[in-house]
């Protein structure tokens, strides 16, 4: 008996261990996919999936609800402004602007070119391109505002930017992953797939940088089309090796783990 109390003890502080250096997003079910109930604090994660699967709200729902929480997040968009990202997640009943007021969310918007050029241009100075642009940083982070959350929306939008530049956008994403690892923060990345993926992002590149990638699904079954969510692959974070269904709702994303989800009809 005090064999199996010791046990139990034993397995209680390995899971309040595990809990303290994960980031619980706060989507209904979704942390629940992993053992020790989160992902894995400093850990750079690709959103992938096609059109329809909800990466975006995905990303922008654990935002929201971390800053609910105290935290610090910053979105950063290449594609959307800000004022349509505000009113994206206005929809779902979401009340940013005081998180945007008192400087617990930052939502920026960047046009790819402005990066690639500053990075790849016409630099002023000495030295090649690719050496002076070690020395500028991916993103500008405000000074004295440290995120626990960096959201790039999305990663696909530089890789067509830069479509004629595949050495330059290896250079950058090498940078990216660097930067976001001496940061601390925990990065979502966001990437365009086929409805089905064979991979994971445009370039391939990406999913080798990653930490982690969890991959959005929207099925066509029969006559209606399901939404489902898989881990692929998580650093550190033990969690389940299936696909779970996924609603998109008048609320935001919530995921059912006890729910698998096959891929055909």
């Given at each position: 008996?005090?064999?199996?109390?010791?046990?139990?003890?034993?397995?209680?502080?390995?899971g309040?261990?595990?809990?303290?250096?994960?980031?619980k997003?706060?989507?209904?079910?979704?942390?629940?996919?992993?053992?020790?109930?989160?992902?894995?604090?400093?850990?750079?994660?690709?959103?992938?999936?096609?059109?329809?699967?909800g990466?975006?709200?995905?990303?922008?729902?654990i935002?929201?609800?971390?800053v609910?929480k105290?935290?610090?997040?910053?979105?950063?968009?290449?594609?959307?402004?800000?004022?349509?990202?505000?009113k994206?997640?206005?929809k779902?009943?979401?009340?940013?602007?005081?998180?945007i007021?008192?400087?617990?969310l930052?939502?920026?918007?960047?046009?790819?070119?402005?990066i690639?050029?500053?990075?790849?241009g016409?630099?002023?100075g000495?030295?090649?391109?690719?050496?002076?642009?070690?020395?500028?940083?991916?993103?500008?982070?405000p000074?004295?505002?440290?995120?626990?959350v960096?959201?790039?929306?999305?990663?696909?939008?530089?890789?067509?930017?830069?479509?004629?530049?595949?050495?330059?956008?290896?250079?950058?994403?090498?940078?990216?992953?660097?930067?976001?690892?001496?940061?601390?923060?925990?990065s979502?990345?966001?990437?365009?797939?086929?409805?089905?993926?064979?991979?994971?992002?445009?370039?391939?590149?990406?999913?080798?940088?990653?930490?982690?990638?969890?991959?959005?699904?929207?099925?066509q079954?029969?006559?209606?089309?399901?939404n489902?969510?898989?881990?692929?692959?998580m650093?550190?974070?033990?969690?389940?090796?299936?696909?779970?269904l996924?609603?998109?709702?008048?609320?935001?994303?919530?995921?059912h783990?006890?729910?698998?989800?096959?891929?055909?009809?």
């Amino acid at each position: 008996m005090d064999g199996n109390n010791t046990q139990i003890n034993e397995n209680i502080e390995i899971g309040n261990d595990r809990k303290e250096g994960v980031l619980k997003t706060e989507i209904r079910g979704f942390d629940e996919l992993f053992s020790g109930g989160g992902i894995p604090k400093g850990n750079s994660v690709l959103v992938a999936g096609g059109p329809g699967t909800g990466k975006s709200i995905f990303c922008r729902q654990i935002c929201f609800n971390l800053v609910s929480k105290g935290k610090k997040c910053m979105y950063v968009s290449f594609e959307e402004s800000k004022d349509r990202i505000i009113k994206s997640m206005e929809k779902f009943g979401w009340d940013i602007h005081r998180f945007i007021e008192n400087g617990d969310l930052l939502i920026q918007k960047i046009n790819p070119l402005d990066i690639l050029r500053m990075k790849f241009g016409s630099i002023g100075g000495s030295g090649s391109a690719t050496e002076l642009s070690y020395k500028i940083k991916p993103l500008v982070i405000p000074k004295d505002f440290q995120p626990d959350v960096i959201a790039v929306d999305s990663l696909s939008a530089i890789i067509e930017a830069s479509v004629t530049k595949d050495k330059n956008y290896r250079i950058y994403l090498q940078q990216l992953f660097s930067f976001f690892e001496e940061t601390g923060a925990t990065s979502f990345l966001i990437t365009e797939t086929d409805p089905i993926p064979s991979r994971f992002s445009e370039s391939g590149i990406e999913e080798f940088l990653a930490d982690g990638i969890i991959v959005l699904y929207n099925f066509q079954k029969e006559n209606f089309r399901e939404n489902a969510i898989e881990i692929l692959k998580m650093r550190d974070g033990k969690h389940q090796k299936r696909i779970v269904l996924m609603e998109i709702t008048n609320e935001g994303v919530i995921v059912h783990p006890e729910r698998s989800i096959s891929t055909t009809n």
